[in-house]
């Protein structure tokens, strides 16, 4: 079964305001994580990623925060704009070559 | 922008036709995928190319067969295909394994089977 999850499939957020997307994890021996973008029609795109020695890592409007002791994941996106709109997926290096991925946030913008 | 090119982006054909998807990165990456996405899903992996060598299959079924050429591009053969394999059909590659290794996607080729 997949070693991450979601803590909700869809997130509402007026635009302007901060996003935060969750997502929790299983395998304590997990060392790295990724953050994927998915608009509509379009394929996965890489948003940032972390390694289990950081507890935090800023990309441009992006966040990612990792709490080892409760195996969570965030991803925060601040100032939310239309063009966040996408489906929002955490994933993990499984083993080898396989990801393991979370099963999707959509986030949708109000104007 | 993806450096993951995929060809076609749409692709509709019957169930008794053979048909191509088409991958190309210049990263050079030596690990190339192929994974499968019907919507409101997560991407589900069906092939990984390591070093031009087919080293992991999902237990795909044959109708689906790929190819590695070289190291920069990757096919998929599609034959004999059903209705039920119309989906999003991702490719994408990496360095090296995905433990510390970012995988890249491409933005797709859309396949409808009728």
């Known amino acids: ?111 | 922008d993806t450096e993951v090119t995929q060809t076609p982006k749409h692709l509709v054909m019957g169930m008794t036709n053979k048909k191509s998807l088409k991958c190309e990165q210049h990263m050079g990456h030596r690990a190339m995928y192929w994974y499968k996405q019907k919507a409101k899903k997560p991407p589900e992996l069906m092939f990984v190319y390591s070093y031009e060598k087919l080293s992991i299959n999902e237990s795909v079924p044959s109708r689906f067969s790929p190819e590695c050429p070289n190291s920069s591009l990757l096919n998929l053969h599609l034959h004999a295909l059903q209705p039920e394999d119309s989906a999003l059909y991702l490719c994408a590659s990496s360095q090296g394994p995905s433990s510390g290794n970012t995988i890249y996607f491409g933005e797709g080729s859309w396949l409808t089977v009728v």
């Open chain 1, 1 to 111: 079964g997949e070693s991450v999850g979601l803590h909700l499939p869809t997130l509402s957020v007026q635009e302007g305001d901060n996003s935060i997307i969750n997502c929790a994890y299983s395998n304590s021996a997990s060392d790295y994580f990724i953050w994927y973008k998915q608009e509509s029609g379009k394929g996965p795109q890489f948003i940032i990623d972390i390694r289990s020695n950081m507890d935090k890592r800023q990309g441009q409007r992006v966040t990612v925060l990792l709490n080892k002791t409760v195996k969570h994941l965030s991803l925060q996106i601040a100032a939310t704009q239309p063009g966040d709109s996408a489906v929002y997926f955490c994933a993990e290096p499984a083993n080898d070559y396989k990801l393991s991925f979370g099963a999707g946030t959509t986030v949708t913008v109000r104007a």
